[in-house]
Structure formats: structure tokens, C-alpha cells
């Protein structure tokens, strides 16, 4: 029964007393590690912490409110503040810095492509004042990180660039920009109403104008209508006098009325302006905090490493057992 029970094995199991072997790491596994992950590992290790230049990056935030709402946004949350309409205000701007024309406005201001161009010691980035706009447009949006939350209403606008000044410069231009473009937003169909009613206002005053003078003239060639009183003037000359006087009550009617719808348009006009209200304004950086060399290179090495590993698994696969 001993003996039996002594030949029962498991299938695959070590016999005891005999040592386990130690799978050993082969060559080729180690070099494709080399190649694959360490190689890359010390080329951006390289570039990063030999070659990438200090960048100063600016930040600031700001909201876009219409007329009364800017007025009462002290008073209320930033959530408050949000609308449907102002969300929209918010990407057109957001989507406005990234075009080229906002690019052809900076470029008209300061000396973009002079601050694109200063590559502040990284000889590998390699931009050329003369290139295509839509290549410069590629620099300025790498350049440019805009960011709009729709839930706080509040957009984050980023600037970096390689010295601290320049990085001021861009980001006051674009705050400038904005304000600018935010008042364009309502200014398209309040400008047509406003030149409307101005121009009517002003037709009505030169009827006013008119009418008073008739009036005037009319009673200095006539004296004698200070003795209307005492029927000393004739019926014709009074009547004449009367149709000046209708004439010049229509004109003044007309006038008041004008010049109230004016106002209300003009008021309705500034109730409805777009405005950029900023809560951060940007501040000259002092500390380059561009790049993370240490982040970035373990970034790549843990690319590295999947891709390594993906391939590994790949070739297990592939190769026949």
C-alpha cells in the first residue's frame, strides 16, 4: 500500500528535493527593452533637460455677461451669471483667438511672429519668420490654450512663450482683443436700429428747426398780429398764422417722439451689450514653470514601456509554441 501510494504523482509538479530552474531573461529581450525603452527614455531625457528652453506661461480668466447681468454680476455667483447666450459669446471668442484673423489682428498690434520666432535656445524647434500663415497659425495655437467651462461661465485663456515679457505682451494684446470682439457681438444689429432712429431724430429736428423759423419769420413781417386781440388782423393772415402753428405742433411732435425712441433703442442697445468682465487678470511670470522635464521623460518612458510590452505580447502570440 506504501508502495503505492508513493508512485501517485501530479501532473507537472517538481519531484521534491529537485531544485526549481530559474527562467532566465534572454539577450534578445534585454535589447528589445534597450531599444525600445531605454533608448527613447534617454533621447527625451536628452532633449528635454539639454535642448527645451524655459518656457513663462500667463494665465487669466475671464466671463462674458450682457448689459444688466454685468451690472448685477458682483451681487451674483459665476454659476448665476451663465446663459445660453453668453455660453455662446463664450466659444465665439474661444474659437475667434484660435482663427486666423484674430492671428492677422495680433501680428497688426505686436510682433507675433518676432515672438514665435525667438526659440530661446531650442535649436530643434526650427520657425521661420517667412512661413505660410497657416504653418504660423499652427505655432500660435501650440502658443495659445483656451479653455471654456460652460458650467461656471468662466473661459481660461493660456499663454506661453520664452521670455516672461513676451508672454505679458501676448496675453494683454488677447485680453484687448476680446474686449474688443465681445462689443462686435451685439453691435451688428443695434448699430442698424441705433443709425435708424438717430437719423429720424435728426430729420425731425431740422422740421422743428424749420417750423420755429417760419413761425418767427412770420410774426416779425406781420406786427400786426400782437393786436390779434383787438381784430385788428385780417382772417387771411390769421389763418396763415395758424398753419404755422399746426405745422410747427406736428414738427415738435414729431421731434419728441423721435428723440424717445432714441433713447429707448440706445437703452435697449447698452442692456444688450456683450462684455468681457475679468476675474484674473494676467500677471508677468517670474519662474518658468514649462517644461516638466522630469514628467515629461517619464511620460515617454511609460509609452515607451506599453508599446514595448504590447509587442511582446504580439510576438508571443505569433510565434508557434
Avoid: C
Wanted: hydrophobic share 45%.
Amino acid at each position: 500500500m506504501k508502495a503505492e501510494t508513493s508512485r501517485l504523482t501530479i501532473p507537472g509538479a517538481v519531484p521534491i528535493g529537485v531544485p526549481v530552474p530559474h527562467r532566465r531573461i534572454s539577450r534578445r529581450t534585454l535589447q528589445s527593452l534597450a531599444l525600445m525603452v531605454l533608448l527613447p527614455t534617454l533621447i527625451a531625457a536628452a532633449y528635454y533637460y539639454l535642448l527645451a528652453a524655459d518656457r513663462y506661461a500667463i494665465e487669466f480668466q475671464y466671463t462674458v455677461l450682457r448689459g444688466q447681468s454685468s451690472r448685477l454680476a458682483p451681487m451674483r455667483s459665476r454659476a448665476d451669471t451663465d446663459s445660453p447666450r453668453q455660453s455662446r459669446d463664450s466659444y465665439v471668442l474661444v474659437e475667434y483667438l484660435r482663427s486666423a484673423a484674430a492671428f492677422a489682428t495680433l501680428a497688426k498690434r505686436i510682433p507675433i511672429r518676432r515672438i514665435l520666432a525667438g526659440d530661446g535656445g531650442n535649436i530643434i524647434r526650427g520657425y521661420r519668420m517667412n512661413l505660410p500663415v497657416e504653418i504660423q497659425l499652427g505655432y500660435w495655437n501650440e502658443m495659445l490654450d483656451a479653455r471654456f467651462d460652460p458650467v461656471t461661465g468662466i473661459t481660461t485663456i493660456r499663454i506661453e512663450a520664452f521670455r516672461p515679457e513676451d508672454s505679458y505682451l501676448v496675453a494683454s494684446t488677447v485680453l484687448e482683443l476680446l474686449k474688443i470682439q465681445a462689443r462686435k457681438l451685439s453691435e451688428s444689429g443695434a448699430d442698424k436700429a441705433m443709425r435708424f432712429t438717430a437719423e429720424a431724430r435728426e430729420r425731425a429736428e431740422l422740421q422743428l428747426k424749420g417750423a420755429i423759423h417760419a413761425v418767427e419769420a412770420f410774426q416779425r413781417t406781420n406786427p400786426s398780429l400782437q393786436d390779434s386781440d383787438n381784430g385788428v388782423v385780417d382772417s387771411g393772415t390769421m389763418a396763415q398764422f395758424e398753419r404755422l402753428r399746426r405745422e410747427y405742433q406736428i414738427a415738435l411732435q414729431s421731434y419728441q417722439t423721435t428723440r424717445h425712441l432714441d433713447q429707448e433703442t440706445r437703452a435697449r442697445a447698452f442692456s444688450d451689450e456683450a462684455i468681457v468682465r475679468v476675474f484674473s487678470p494676467p500677471v508677468q511670470p517670474v519662474v518658468a514653470t514649462l517644461p516638466i522635464r522630469w514628467l515629461n521623460t517619464l511620460f515617454v518612458t511609460a509609452i515607451a514601456f506599453m508599446l514595448w510590452v504590447i509587442g511582446r505580447i504580439y510576438i508571443s502570440s505569433a510565434t508557434p509554441a
